[in-house]
């Protein structure tokens, strides 16, 4: 096979992307089809490198439905693929959904690796591969990423990195403690005790891969379980397991106490003491194992000397609603680092933007947004007088966007009829007087509903309507509702 | 500031987490309920429902009426609460003055939340009867 030559060689672009894994291939997908001159570069060798290495013991964690009420090549199906990259056209639609062997509901690594190599193939999403970003510099109007290959100089930066540098929390002790990222095969913890640091996704998911194996487990950490959230997670089904067996005293401890210090033992082994917090007092441990299942960050490298804020024990960076840094301008991310907005947050419900469901419609957004600062002209759909409450019906019933990201982002009508996707937050600020939003939500008990806002003077109303037990928002009560606001 | 030893030791200066030991203070700061605001970026807006509370560890917010002035919170500073326990929508905007960071206790697990840390409770009751009396004795 003859040698093909790298696509992207190092130069002065408008946008350069970096990263190839669903955040990056979704911004430069946008990007193209907006027809914004960009680079695309990655360190890897070929799409999605991050599903090759985690989850370590299990599929994804978001559902593909490879049958639902819309057909797979509709925008409306979406909602039922929470995996699969967004596009206009149909045969790049539900690439992940074809590779399903529906033996369960989310995919394996291999499905997921194999539908975003699909999307990036059909898609002609090209990508310098083996290119690796080293450092960065700030120049008057833009930014140079000096990289393997040598030097990109840009105005706009997106950074699809994921949240993927193996993290430790500040515990005395823990660096003789491996990360999730180095645990080996399950028959490897086989009669063992382990002690695992953490208790959220991750450490969840090796109790759940190891319980077949291991002697006994301790998940500790100072925050108990959030039962009432998971109740209304998709992620819930790693905590089962692990928690059925905490509550009937099978071997597995699930324990709140914040973590003094972990000792390697004589004997090869680690003793953790700590002090309880939901129940106080002095917790002391001994296990054979352990791991450090503390979490990952967002390889930001050289971008904190630059002056980028962080959020989450300088784990992710803090982002405005439209993704880009609060401190550097012309600097923004992609992928699951879109988290780092967190969006109004209204009931404590997040944004779905730390998965591909939710940051495969920020990305759209984001590459208009670039789009329109390097002056190209969005254009927009607009709505006649009487199309405006049909076309907002249907939103609510099926519309991708709004159902996927509840509560940040909202469906807009300007008050010329111009219609399309903004986040909430901007909406609320800076939209003009009369134009309408609506949007799906969800409470912290889980039920699902429309609400509407609309910029009447200087104040927003609000306005929350009715669940329906089908979750379909087309009857009388909801037309009469956006009827009033039009 | 960018670990989390650094947010206990912020929420340990705090009047309001005085009482608190070390213990309590690492199950209070959850570095994933950290908010980070752009300095002019609204923070709560007047009229919304679902909101939450919220601690300032760093910066400054100002809390306006109509565009007026009418107060300004500084590290340390708490709101939000009393939207959150009357489930009523806001009754003023709050817009970041200069960068902010936040830590918020979502709406829902208010409750919870100070049920668990009565002494916490007690000083927000404290900081609240002040505020009364400074409004009885301006009415005066």
Sequence with gaps: MAVLEKPFPPGEYPVVVVGSGPGGLQTAYALSRLGVEHAVISQDDSPGGMFRKWPIYQRLLSWTKPDAPHDRTSREYEWYDHNSLIADEPELRATVAAEMDRNYMVPSCAEMSRGLAAFAERGGVHVRYDCRWESTRQEEGGYVLVTSDGEYRCRAVVFALGVTDPWKSPIPGIEAVPHYAETGAPREFQGKSVLIIGKRNSGFELADGLEPWARQIFLVSPRPVQTAVLSIATVRVRYFEPLEDASWGGGT?????????????ENGGYRLDAAGTTRPGPITLEADVAIAATGFRTPIQDLR??????????????????????TLPGVYFAGNTMQGAAGLRKNGVGSASGTVSGFRYNARLLAQTIAKQLGHKREWRMLGRDEIVPYLVSELRAGPEIWTQKGYLVRVVYPDGATGILPLAHFLDHCPRGSIGVTIEMNAEGAIYPVTYVRAGEEIEERELPTHHLNDFGGGEYRDALESLV | MSNGEDLVETLRRFNLFADLDRAQLEAIADPDSERSFAAGERIMRRGMSGTGFYVILDGEATVTLSGEELNRLRQGDFFGEISTLLDEPLTADITAETPLRVLEIPGPRLKAFLLSYPQVMYRILVTEARRLQEVLAWRS
Excluded at chain 1, 253 to 265: G, K, M, P, Y
Excluded at chain 1, 307 to 313: E, I, P, R, W, Y
Aim: charged share 25%; glycine share 6%; hydrophobic share 45%.
């Design chain 1, 305 to 326: 000397e630059l002056g980028l804020a962080t959020v989450a024990d300088g784990r992710i960076p803090a982002l405005s609603p439209y993704w880009e840094s609060t």
């Design chain 1, 253 to 265: 401890f699930a324990l709140d106490a914040a973590v003094e210090r972990i000792e390697r033992t």
